[in-house]
């Protein structure tokens, strides 16, 4: 899990708090640090004019756009759809739909269409290869997208019409395996934006609109959950609530079933995500640096089995303030993972033989490209390079979102609240809230 995920873990936490309070000097020793971060990782804050022009001629009649589009796309407007996302989220691009039938579940899982308008002859294609993903500063975003199109025809905002790429997957309710995958394009009109918390209130109140929808897809992601871990998936956060836990195990599912399809159906390259695994003795150092901990203890029968086990037993069980460090004691011994045109392999973390990226286009290149790829049927040919750009500039930005965190932390300042909720300058110190 990413810095950037875990703080979305956390969103949500605050809302109905006002913004932190931060004095003048403060606020510019941040915009400096920012500055810094921008040159050393080179992060483009500003899009160039050219970019800027293509974008604004593009969101032009779009609307009339849209309804054209239904007469060539499946329509999936009557059908009940939502997004749930960070309170703070600047954009939505991901709505689910669910149904239980006799023998099946039928989950639906909705992305925005960006490949609908961003495309590899295009300067915002050129663009998001340059940047390679969204950088999450707590409190600053840099698209990798220009926001007027990413937060607007390309975000899924409830009650408007908006095109969607749809991953239909048909569940057996014996195993949870995919009966069918059916990948084509929508037209959708999602119903409601709810944040992690007033999901998680939805869930709670037989009365609220969306409460049965969101409590059957609740009932199918705990199942994936537990599965997930049984088969040895590992769970680094086995204390994420109820709507994190719905979300999650949702984009998981049509991530693997997307390239799963690209793979077995298709026989063709993508950007598949490869996380490589780590040595036995890097496993067994991991270990013992877990079983030392104070409170902390793998159960015997998780010794000598599979590692992944071993942590996720461990953290079951663990109190709450050894959490951090036994994800620090994985983490260190963890390859990094990366983006290649073929899943060799497999995701070690999380057991699959094959993954990659479909579920957040407007801020992963990775994303993108493979929507490109499953419409199209076409691969671009720097495809090799095109991954590797993908890597490093994830790496990157995890840096610097861990540096500007370090800071923030160094002058007595919680990310994860100004992530949530947000800044206000003021200009007495005494009315500052630095020692959150």
Known sequence: MTESEDAQAQAGTAEGQGPVRITEALADALEEKREELFAEFEL???????VMREAERRVENVQQEIQDEVAIRKDLRDLTAWTTDPADAQDFDDAISVEQREEEYVLWVHIADVSHYVHPDSNM???AVERGNTVYLPGYTVHMLPPMLAET???LVPNEDRLAHTVEMHLDKENLS???IDIYKSVINSDER???TQCENRLDDEDAPLHEENSLAFELADQLHEQRKEDGSLVLNPRRDRAHTLIEESMLKANKAVTHTLMWDRGV???????PQPTPDQWSKALQEIQELDGVSIPGDAWGGDPRKAVNAALEDSPGRSLDKI???VLKVMPRAKYMNDPFGGHHALNFDIYGHFTSPIRRLSDLINHWIVHENEVPENLIELCDRASNRQKDAETAERNYKQFMQDHRLDPYAVNNR????VEDPEDADHDL
Request: charged letters at 30%.
């Open 44 to 50: 483009r804050d500003k899009f160039p004019g050219a």
């Open 125 to 127: 294609w050129e663009e």
């Open 153 to 155: 025809v390309c975000s």
């Open 178 to 180: 995919f009966e069918t």
């Open 194 to 196: 709810l944040t992690y």
């Open 269 to 275: 390259e993508a950007m598949y995500r490869v996380h």
């Open 327 to 329: 994800q620090r004691a």
């Open 422 to 425: 947000g800044v206000e300058v």
